[in-house]
């Protein structure tokens, strides 16, 4: 079964400083991978994604993630934190089937100024 | 002009009750989806409709119905509420089933507790 961890469940950095989050997957098929964010009361909203090529992927917000199949991992980063940024982050990939999003248990980022 | 709206965002009753919640969007799209977000914030899908025609059912009680009546609409039917039911609870939609290739647009959310 395909499945993603997320290390931390939450995140503290400083206006300014490096953002990374951590996520591993673990897929018996050709990994697609997802960053998701969840800003207070909201709804989840696509930040990047990762299906075929090109293992650097660019998203919304400044945020990048790079594809690492040695590893298995999709880390999210950003290099420089906005006060904005401070969200529920999840990372998410397809099931063998390809019709489900499989979601980690989600890192809460928190920014302080 | 909202994508994806949910309602009632709030909803607040009792053990036993039958309440549904309502999903509607406005992108054109062909699939639809919900999501139970527990109070841990994991987020676990429920139900798929494609083109009206249920295409996901995971291990959810059957107190739990979706109906869709056309391709934009999801409602969510929830007889006999427990306590295990309070969540949250994410509608969503995509133009086209397969992940992956199509972005999922995602609700505000609908908060559901059982008292």
């Known amino acids: 079964a395909q499945s993603v961890t997320q290390l931390g469940s939450h995140v503290s950095v400083s206006e300014g400083a490096l953002v990374l989050l951590r996520c591993n997957y673990s897929s018996s098929v050709p990994p697609y991978l997802f960053w998701y964010v969840q800003y207070p009361n909201q709804g989840l909203q696509l930040l990047l994604k990762?299906?075929?090529?090109?293992?650097l992927v660019k998203g919304i917000n400044g945020f990048e993630a790079e594809f690492k199949k040695s590893e298995t991992s999709f880390h999210l980063t950003k290099p420089s934190a906005h006060m904005s940024d401070a969200a529920e982050y999840f990372c998410?990939?397809?099931?063998?089937?390809?019709?489900?999003?499989?979601f980690g248990k989600g890192t809460l980022l928190t920014v302080n100024p | 002009d909202t994508a994806v709206s949910q309602t009632p965002k709030y909803l607040v009753t009792q053990m036993g009750n039958d309440k549904s919640i309502k999903c509607e969007q406005n992108l054109g799209h062909d699939t639809m989806y919900w999501y139970k977000q527990d109070s841990k914030k994991f987020l676990k899908i429920m139900f798929s409709y494609n083109n009206k025609e249920l295409i996901i059912n995971e291990t959810v009680p059957n107190r739990f119905s979706p109906k869709s009546p056309d391709k934009a609409h999801l409602n969510l039917h929830i007889n006999s509420l427990e306590l295990g039911d309070s969540a949250v609870y994410f509608c969503?939609?995509?133009?086209?089933?397969?992940?992956?290739?199509?972005?999922?647009?995602f609700g505000p959310g609908t908060r559901l507790t059982v008292l």
């Open positions: 998410a990939t397809r099931d063998g089937s390809n019709y489900k999003l499989t």
């Open positions: 990762y299906t075929t090529g090109a293992t």
């Open positions: 969503a939609s995509s133009q086209g089933a397969r992940i992956g290739y199509n972005e999922q647009f």
